[in-house]
């Protein structure tokens, strides 16, 4: 029997769209809020996999100071840094080299500083050439000299390139540095920086970390004064 208002006309039908609708919306409220709780748990599970990685890396803060030495020397005769990764170990390299050339926290001179990956057009002839696994290396033997320091970023330590380029810094006369992490070979360098995990994602996140360690220490010595005393003493 139709429905009837108050005032006797006959109601319309429920509008069984809206009703679909309304269904349809809480359903979709429900997915999102299982897909949001699922997403919050992957990022805790992430975030206390970093936190362990990150205080077990408190065993390379030594090595990081000696690196920082390493360059400090370095810029103080006159050398430069030469950094090269590949992927986001080039976008590493390329980071480190921009703090020195730039600044990192304080207003200071520029440092000599080169990521030897931003040279497309070198990185693209000297791997049609020569192969890719001489990208670095013949950039190398072009650039460094007695003195300079070459930083190679490996996260597994074992990336041709980048272990050919560590080579030729060595017959070259240059320190070496390679930040990687645990399965990392440390006799490929004169300072190894191995991260103590083997989750790429990891173990990148922490070579920022030692990035802007090495950085506050090389920048604290560039300006002087209070700061590199309370850093390099």
Known sequence: ??????????????????????????DTADTADTADTASVQVGRTLLDEHLAV??????LLPGAAAVAAELVGCFRAG??????????????????AAEMVGRFRRDR??????????????????????????????QVRALAR???V?????????SPNVVAGLAAARSAGARTVLLTGAVGRPGLADHCLAV??????????????????VSEIV???????????????
């Open 196 to 213: 103590p995990s083997t989750t790429t994602a990891r173990i990148q996140e922490l070579h920022v970390f030692l990035i802007h360690l």
């Open 54 to 59: 990150a205080a077990a890396t408190a065993d």
């Open 109 to 138: 001179r520029p440092l000599s500083a080169v990521a030897l990956t931003v040279d497309s057009s070198a990185m693209t002839s000297i791997g049609n050439d020569y192969g890719f696994e001489q990208v670095f290396a013949r």
């Open 79 to 96: 050398g430069t840094l030469l950094t090269f990764g590949n992927g986001g170990s080039a976008a590493d390299a390329q980071h480190l």
């Open 150 to 158: 070459v930083v190679g970023v490996s996260t597994s330590g074992t």
């Open 1 to 26: 029997m139709p429905r009837t208002g108050t005032d006797g006309a006959t109601a319309p039908p429920p509008d069984t769209a809206d009703m679909t609708d309304t269904a349809d919306t809480a």
């Open 219 to 233: 920048d604290a010595w560039a300006v002087g004064g209070d700061a590199a005393r309370d850093l390099l003493r």
């Open 146 to 148: 007695p003195g300079d």
